[in-house]
């Protein structure tokens, strides 16, 4: 009996510690499937797991550690910028050049981007077949990487906490040509022009707002509504807009 809760235990633990390397960013694909491969003796996938980790963490070498280096170089100019030593501009344009050069970092180690070189040093692929592939590898890459934690990363750059109420924020905004919509479905529409219109949603979710737009890279954030103005993050940019329309 007793034997049998032993092995059901640590049938769960390689089952979790398998389950977590598979998901991990902390490990490259290749590593992913050599520690899988030791799911059948779990303290060699368990004792091989700390020591790659070990190792990728010393050569900063995969996402998760080059995400967690990017965090902690934002964390120190945030402390920078708290001192005063820099200002909220530099703070955000040296933030978004961590965060640039991670991304760049990553594609170029990741195993996609060396199987395209290899087929242009063998002469498999011209210059100009390699470049026109690599613009459109780097772009994929870089979609995947944005749907990592190296997006929250980014994200917490300009990070705003949101005082405004969900009912107060229904309506239509207006800064400039700047016109923000909120509608009561959830529906969100931007726009600068009757040409410049991206569609979205807008959705209050643990005291945040996630506002996601079609084929855009903007970044909106509502932060308060104060003497019936609304102030709202967008990108780098603080607009104070007026509302001219309650309902939508």
Not at 146 to 166: C, F, I, R
Request: overall charge positive.
């Amino acid at each position: 009996m007793d034997t049998g809760i032993g092995v059901g235990l640590i049938i769960v633990a390689v089952t979790g510690s398998s389950i977590y390397i598979w998901n991990s960013n902390y490990f490259s694909h290749t590593q992913k499937v050599v520690l899988l491969f030791c799911f059948l003796f779990p303290p060699a996938q368990w004792v091989l797991g700390i020591i790659i980790g070990l190792w990728n963490k010393y050569n900063n070498s995969t996402i998760g550690f080059k995400i967690d280096s990017a965090k902690k170089r934002t964390r120190e100019l945030k402390k920078l910028k708290k001192f005063g030593v820099i200002s909220e501009q530099e703070y955000k344009e040296k933030s978004d050049r961590i965060i640039s050069v991670k991304q760049d970092e990553l594609f170029l180690k990741s195993e996609e981007y060396k199987s395209l070189k290899r087929l242009k040093d063998n002469d498999i692929l011209t210059q100009r077949e390699f470049e026109e592939k690599y613009k459109i590898l780097k772009n994929k890459i870089l979609e995947q990487i944005d749907q990592s934690e190296l997006t929250l990363a980014k994200k917490s750059v300009n990070q705003y906490v949101s005082k405004v109420n969900p009912r107060d924020l229904i309506g239509v905004w207006k800064y400039e040509n700047n016109v923000f919509e909120f509608w009561r479905t959830g529906f969100f529409i931007y726009k600068t022009n009757k040409m410049n219109i991206i569609k979205g949603s807008w959705l209050f979710k643990d005291n945040d707002y996630v506002i996601k737009l079609k084929k855009s890279n903007l970044n909106i954030t509502p932060i308060e509504i104060e003497n019936q103005k609304l102030k709202i993050s967008l990108n780098s940019d603080i607009l104070i807009c007026d509302k001219i329309k309650d309902e939508v």
